[in-house]
T-cell receptor, first 108, second 119 residues
Framework: GEDVEQSLFLSVREGDSSVINCTYTDSSSTYLYWYKQEPGAGLQLLTYIFSNMDMKQDQRLTVLLNKKDKHLSLRIADTQTGDSAIYFCSPGFQKLVFGTGTRLLVSP | GAVVSQHPSRVICKSGTSVKIECRSLDFQATTMFWYRQFPKQSLMLMATSNEGSKATYEQGVEKDKFLINHASLTLSTLTVTSAHPEDSSFYIC???????????????FGPGTRLTVL
């Protein structure tokens, strides 16, 4: 089945850029999503990229997709304390597959 | 738009009782709903997929007699944990996908989750 891997933890200072990386195994996904989960809450869709795109920019968020290497990244510019959360990447269409997520901690 | 609610947000029950969790799409028609389970500091595990008006499709290892799913309308799906035991304690999250006012949406919209604690 599909496998998704992310580093477990990332710590940055407020104002810096954050880069969260993700690798996956299934290359048939039409879409690749980034979700944010705050403590005790559900998942909030942040952005997504079509599999035929290399890059997508959405305000402070930049998604890069390297389909050959099955690598997806999310860059958050000017990271704020409110960005502290767990971030999940998820390839998929009919079904989403999640890894363990990356816990982002933003310190003032 | 595309808001999904869950009720209750938190429930504590005694071992052996059954608990029903509701998932509603508030402003769109959810042709497909998904139920996930999340353990502390772990990923989301898909339990089942349900299409409106048909039986749910359960993932491997998920007991369908234990976790009853009903998707009777385009805005409501329910998950009933039957004869709950402490090991069923978890965070249950639903998501929905379907037709919004802006047209069909492929992405899943997630509810806020329900924290179940079985004593």
């Amino acid at each position: 089945g599909e496998d998704v891997e992310q580093s477990l933890f990332l710590s940055v200072r407020e104002g810096d850029s954050s880069v969260i990386n993700c690798t996956y195994t299934d290359s048939s996904s039409t879409y690749l999503y980034w979700y944010k989960q705050e403590p005790g809450a559900g998942l909030q869709l942040l952005t997504y990229i079509f599999s035929n795109m290399d890059m997508k920019q959405d305000q402070r968020l930049t998604v890069l997709l390297n389909k050959k290497d099955k690598h997806l990244s999310l860059r958050i510019a000017d990271t704020q304390t409110g960005d502290s959360a767990i971030y999940f990447c998820s390839p998929g269409f009919q079904k989403l597959v999640f890894g363990t997520g990356t816990r982002l901690l933003v310190s003032p | 738009g595309a808001v999904v609610s869950q009720h209750p947000s938190r429930v504590i029950c005694k071992s052996g009782t059954s608990v029903k969790i509701e998932c509603r799409s508030l402003d769109f028609q959810a042709t497909t709903m998904f139920w996930y389970r999340q353990f502390p500091k772990q990923s989301l595990m898909l339990m089942a997929t349900s299409n409106e008006g048909s039986k749910a499709t359960y993932e491997q290892g998920v007991e369908k007699d234990k976790f009853l799913i009903n998707h009777a309308s385009l805005t409501l799906s329910t998950l009933t944990v039957t004869s709950a035991h402490p090991e069923d304690s978890s965070f249950y999250i639903c998501s929905a996908r379907g037709m919004t006012s802006g047209g069909p949406r492929d992405e899943q919209f997630f509810g806020p989750g329900t924290r179940l604690t079985v004593l």
